[in-house]
């Protein structure tokens, strides 16, 4: 939908027209809204600036995060404590005041957005990265790489980093589902270029006008429903991609497959034939 927004409905979503807050009817299907434009319009062009502060925030966190977790992990010492304590840093502070504090003092557009978000949301999966680097360290093929005088530039990148791809998939996941949360929400909060058409500006202008007061649910329903629905498809899609790449959940969806069968098999009556004396 937000790729094709254009294809699918054509004009400037901004456009004034000349009947306010109107239900849904044949012209307008998701109705018109206090400002006196189409909802449905809005909704679609929503998607791709609300999407590309999601997808943008991950792609940047999940980068801090895997270069930070790995050089923290691999070379340890001062190097691992300096950068821990950075990491607790951005855990220990409040997250929306200083995603209020950015926006605020930071000139609005979607980029400052994605680097506010993902300035507060890498230090979560960089703790995580770190850990598994830490164990990944200590196993034998990386310590016959440094045995045989490969760099650490190829030790990092060609044996410890392949294997840390399911973590940062599922950290990219996550954090596109904290991206389009929290852009939300500053934009409902009136914290970014409130001209830029998004989910949460439609909310805004919805609350602004008094839309639940009034009952107009065509207002706010559909960006909304768009927002609870995205962050619920990319949470399963995690949790598909974690039972994929993690080998544990992976033998246990086979073991129950096998279990099922087996209970088919034996859940099967053969008919009864009666004896002929």
Do not use: C
């Amino acid at each position: 939908m937000a790729l094709f927004a254009p294809v699918i409905s054509p004009g400037d979503p901004s456009t004034y027209l000349n009947a306010l807050n109107q239900p849904p009817s044949e012209e307008h299907i998701l109705g018109i809204d206090p400002l006196g434009r189409d909802v449905f319009a809005l909704t679609v062009w929503g998607a791709r600036i609300t999407l590309t502060i999601g997808f943008g925030t991950a792609a940047l966190a999940i980068l801090i995060a895997t270069t930070v977790g790995l050089i923290a992990g691999y070379f340890r010492g001062i190097v691992d404590d300096l950068l821990v304590l950075l990491m607790n840093l951005f855990l220990v502070v409040p997250g929306l005041p200083l995603l209020i504090v950015l926006s605020a003092y930071l000139r609005a557009s979607t980029a400052t957005v994605i680097f506010a978000l993902a300035l507060t949301g890498w230090a979560f999966h960089a703790r995580i990265i770190r850990s598994m680097t830490l164990s990944l360290r200590e196993k034998d093929y990386v310590a016959a790489s440094i045995v045989a005088g490969e760099s650490n530039f190829v030790i990092i990148f060609r044996q410890i980093l392949p294997n840390l791809i399911n973590l940062i998939v599922g950290g990219f996941i996550g954090t596109s589902i904290y991206g389009i949360a929290a852009s939300t929400a500053l934009s409902y909060l009136g914290l970014v270029k409130m001209t830029d058409i998004s989910w949460g500006t439609n909310l805004f202008y919805a609350q602004n006008g008094n839309a639940l007061l009034l009952g107009a649910w065509w207002v706010f329903i559909p960006s909304g429903f768009l927002v609870a629905l995205s962050a619920l498809g990319l949470a399963w899609i995690n949790f598909g991609m974690d039972e994929i790449t993690n080998p544990r959940l992976r033998s246990e969806r086979e073991l129950r497959k096998v279990l099922r069968k087996t209970k088919m098999r034996q859940t099967r009556v053969t008919p009864f034939v009666p004896r002929k004396y």
